[in-house]
Every structure is written in structure tokens, then in C-alpha cells.
């Protein structure tokens, strides 16, 4: 019976490890909660902004150092060079992760706009 429970915990830990997790808050990747990312298989990455990672330091990254996944609010990603030292980022290759329902100012921007075209005359 003991050796059932422990297989039975072990195959949902394994479960919850195959999410993307917040290194910052330990949990599962949210909209707003921004921090670095652990990608729990190589073969099913985050979906990401830019396909190639973005390296903010002018000086040469070797070619086999690994991306570093960050979720960043959208201002930081427009102006990475800017923001990268708050992440501890500069020298390193980052791909920026997506989350589609991601609140930003843009989308509540959009939202807002489309509400006021529907009750115009």
C-alpha cells in the first residue's frame, strides 16, 4: 500500500515538473508574475517574443552558452539594454517569454478603444 502512494506521488511531481516555473516565485508561469523561467524539457520550450535570443552586452557571448528564459514586463523587452542589469541578464543570451494573456498597458489600451468605437453613434 506504501509503495503504491509513493509511485502515485512520484507521477504527479513528475506531472507539475513538466511545467514552465517561476524561478522567482517557485509556481507555475502567470500573467504579471515576472521572473526568470525553468524549462522543464529542452523539447518543449515557453512560447517566446523573438525566436533568436537577445543579448544586451557588446562584448562576445561564447556560441554554447544556453539562453536564459525571462518573462519581462513589455517595456523591459523594448528597451532590454536599459533593464538587464535588474535580472542579472546583461552577458547573457535571453529569449523573452510570451504569455498571451499577459496584462499590459497596450491590451487595456486596446480594450478600452473597442468599447468606446461600440457605443459611438
Known amino acids: 500500500m ?11 511531481a513528475a506531472a507539475q515538473g513538466a511545467e514552465h516555473r517561476n ?12 521572473g526568470r ?7 518543449a520550450p515557453p512560447p517566446v517574443i523573438y525566436p533568436e535570443p537577445v543579448i544586451a552586452s557588446d562584448t562576445l557571448v561564447r556560441p554554447a552558452a544556453r539562453p536564459v528564459y525571462l518573462y519581462v514586463p513589455p517595456g523591459q523587452v523594448r528597451k532590454w539594454k536599459q533593464h538587464c542589469a535588474k535580472w542579472s541578464a546583461c552577458e547573457q543570451p535571453v529569449l523573452f517569454v510570451r504569455v498571451d494573456d499577459s496584462p499590459s498597458r497596450w ?14 453613434p
Open 2 to 12: 506504501l509503495l503504491l502512494a509513493t509511485l502515485a506521488g512520484a507521477g504527479s
Open 23 to 34: 524561478l522567482t516565485t517557485g509556481g507555475p508561469l502567470k500573467p504579471g508574475i515576472y
Open 37 to 43: 523561467i525553468a524549462v522543464a524539457s529542452p523539447t
Open 107 to 120: 491590451g487595456g489600451w486596446k480594450k478600452l478603444r473597442e468599447q468606446v468605437a461600440l457605443h459611438r
